[in-house]
């Protein structure tokens, strides 16, 4: 009876471990697509997005945006990609991960579209963090800053 209680208290506890991993699994914010750690994730270009002309806005915001330091190159965004200055992706507070957004330089007009994959800024008064390649497309990046209007391609 006593070899019958620890051996069933040993199964419990194993039971309650493959369910607490399965539950740690089941809340993990990576994209099914972000690809593993040795394959590398996904860079976003193999996939199509609207074009300039095609494009139906459900939201805009206006404001500033900004560009990633170099030292962010190649680290972890916030859906689990690296993060590479030559993609056009952005840094969004709220947007999901994957939007496509149109992004116009509201002084010169210039605009450059752009993937949601990753949170912030996080200062005031931004709205989004460009990636370096998309910032110099809409502006100088000298300036540091931008004024812009974001719209949400659908």
């Known amino acids: 009876m006593f070899i019958y ?3 069933m208290k040993i199964e419990l506890k ?3 471990i493959a369910l607490l991993a399965l539950v740690i699994a089941a809340c993990s914010n990576l994209p099914k697509d972000a690809g593993s750690a040795d394959s590398g994730p996904l860079d976003g270009s193999e996939r199509l997005h609207p074009d300039l002309g095609s494009e139906s806005t459900a939201y805009r915001e206006s404001g500033r945006a900004s560009f990633y330091a170099d030292k962010f190159q190649l680290r972890r965004t916030a859906n689990g990609e690296l993060y590479k200055h030559e993609l056009h992706t952005a840094a969004h507070k709220t947007l999901p991960f994957g939007t496509f957004v149109k992004v116009s330089n509201v002084v010169n007009g210039k605009s450059v579209i752009v993937r949601i ?3 912030g800024p996080f200062i005031r008064g931004r709205i989004i963090d460009l990636s370096k390649s998309a910032f110099s497309s ?5 300036s540091g800053i931008l004024k812009v209007e974001i719209e949400v391609i659908e």
Do not use: E, S
């Open 117 to 119: 994959n990753d949170r």
């Open 5 to 7: 209680r620890v051996t």
């Open 14 to 16: 194993y039971l309650a």
């Open 138 to 142: 809409i502006g100088n990046l000298a």
